[in-house]
């Protein structure tokens, strides 16, 4: 797939998609307080889109499986109208409640003297053997390998209760086998006889009953931990497309790991200097390649994406291809700086392109374009102004994540105000979509207007480099009427439809279109 700068050069646009709200879950009541440790922290879906995990603050980590969807929709209906339809059966997954489970426990570092909390940093799925789900889950510090399965419960058969039952003493007592009582197994599994309350006999009064069976109980279990790797804290893993490695990565290192081997690592990129303080740049994502699992990538928070291979040489330090925005080097201030960090990056599914999300943009990269990324969305252009603001309030550090579709053209990444943000690349309409992450969503499509009273020198500079982005303001309204403590941080896209889930606090929101 090749995706050109100018979407005025297109064939054939991709149409805009119309996005719907579909499920929540954990919302609050109005006036309700969340606690901390409800906030979601992590959100993965895993290669097929049935399952979706989903971390929090307090180490929890909770499942949810997909209904049936579209499958149902087929299943009910008759192969004559099946065929007598010109359009083809569509209807959005929906999730359900599968399981929930602690994944890590706080704890304290002696050594250190360092707390290391319980939140859930990253999850990741690998791959299902066996019908069983295997998760990878990270705090700042460790990394878990948790198998979760589903247990099937034997049904207890009928048992008549109309009988009288006795105790254990009872049962084993001569009286219990005189006076004419039978005592006979009518089904194999329970015991019917006959007594007298006078005898020390428990009377069950009643029809005959049957003990409901258990429902599917699901398991997980802790297999794999791996420990003790990382002076810093853990920013990201992956799993490697051979499904038998993955990679964890914190501020200054990234190892390489086996799945079955927890006791040892191999550390492939260290970009800890000898002094500290010759330290001018760290590492803030590294992502595997989603089909080359020898290739790499992985950013930093001048904003630079380098490439690895790891054919060429067992310590990686050195053997990269670094994409970076030569185009937009223009006068730098220290927020500008800060906001240039990258802090998620998702490799598309053709193996080309990659997502990027700083502060500011949302950028889309060609690896064989290393000067300037292929198209830039301002998500944050109108918050320039307050970069000092932020700073002090510690907002500018906020991470926000992006993700994008399955025909890498749509991408989606998150704002403050609880907004989602949708673009689509060479639909012509590149200020993007705004959506609220709210039962009820008010949704907002921006047009760019003619006249723009303000705009500052450094957007002047840049503008015939960035696409124009959705300023999340009309004419006459507040620009900066952001609500900074109601943020979308996390979200995935659903591997094979259009379908995203995003966090808004506690609350676990999903859109189809």
């Not at 997909?66 to 997954?93: I, M």
């Not at 500011?360 to 830039?376: C, F, I, R």
């Not at 320039?384 to 309030?393: A, F, G, Q, T, V």
């Amino acid at each position: 797939m090749t995706l050109s700068v100018n979407s005025d050069t297109c064939s054939s646009s991709p149409p805009v998609l119309d996005w719907k709200f579909s499920q929540v879950f954990g919302d609050k009541f109005p006036g309700e307080d969340v606690q901390d440790i409800d906030i979601i922290s992590a959100i993965d879906f895993d290669k097929n889109g049935d399952h979706l995990a989903v971390g929090d603050r307090g180490g929890r980590i909770v499942i949810f499986q997909n209904k049936g969807g579209k499958h149902d929709a087929v299943k009910f209906t008759s192969r004559n109208e099946l065929e007598q339809l010109d359009y083809a059966v569509s209807k959005h997954p929906e999730f359900e409640f599968k399981t929930e489970f602690q994944s890590h426990e706080p704890e304290f570092d002696y050594l250190k003297s360092i707390e290391i909390e319980e939140k859930i940093n990253k999850v990741r799925w690998c791959a299902t053997p066996n019908g069983a789900l295997f998760i990878l889950s990270a705090n700042n510090k460790t990394i878990k390998l948790w198998k979760v399965k589903d247990h099937e419960v034997k049904p207890v058969k009928e048992m008549d209760t109309r009988q009288s039952v006795s105790s254990e003493n009872s049962l084993l007592a001569e009286t219990s086998f005189i006076n004419g009582q039978n005592t006979n197994f009518t089904n194999g599994h329970s015991l019917e006889w006959t007594g007298n309350k006078e005898n020390g006999v428990s009377s069950y009064n009643g029809d005959q009953n049957k003990i409901a069976s258990l429902e599917d109980a699901t398991i997980a279990r802790c297999r794999r931990v791996y420990a003790h790797a990382h002076d810093f804290n853990i920013n990201s893993i992956s799993v490697n497309s051979d499904w038998e490695t993955f990679l964890s990565a914190d501020d200054l290192r990234i190892n390489l790991w086996n799945l079955e081997i927890s006791n040892q690592c191999f550390n492939i990129i260290d970009m800890k200097p000898v002094n500290m303080e010759d330290l001018i740049e760290v590492i803030t994502v590294a992502e595997f390649h989603p089909f080359h699992c020898n290739l790499l990538a992985y950013s930093s928070s001048r904003g630079f994406i380098r490439l690895v291979d790891m054919r060429q040489s067992a310590i990686c330090d050195h053997n990269a291809r670094i994409l970076k925005d030569e185009e937009s080097s223009g006068p730098k201030s220290f927020f500008n700086e800060i906001s240039a960090s990258i802090t998620d990056m998702k490799f598309a599914n053709d193996g080309r392109h990659i997502l990027t999300r700083d502060y500011m943009n949302l950028k889309l990269w060609d690896m064989n374009m290393e000067s300037s990324p292929v198209a830039t969305y301002r998500v944050h252009e109108n918050l320039r102004p307050k970069l000092c603001d932020l700073y002090n309030s510690d907002s500018i550090f906020d991470k926000f994540e992006c993700c994008l579709s399955e025909d890498s053209l749509n991408f989606a990444t998150g704002s403050y105000s609880n907004h989602l943000r949708v673009f689509s690349h060479g639909s012509g309409k590149e200020e993007g979509l705004t959506i609220e992450a709210a039962r009820k969503p008010n949704r907002k499509q921006h047009a760019q207007t003619t006249s723009r009273a303000r705009r500052s020198s450094l957007s002047n500079l840049a503008r015939g480099f960035y696409r124009q982005g959705n300023d999340n303001h009309g004419a006459g309204s507040n620009e900066f009427s952001y609500d900074f403590n109601s943020k979308v941080l996390h979200m995935a896209w659903h591997p094979t439809t259009n379908l995203i889930a995003c966090g808004a606090g506690n609350s676990l929101f999903m859109y189809y279109a």
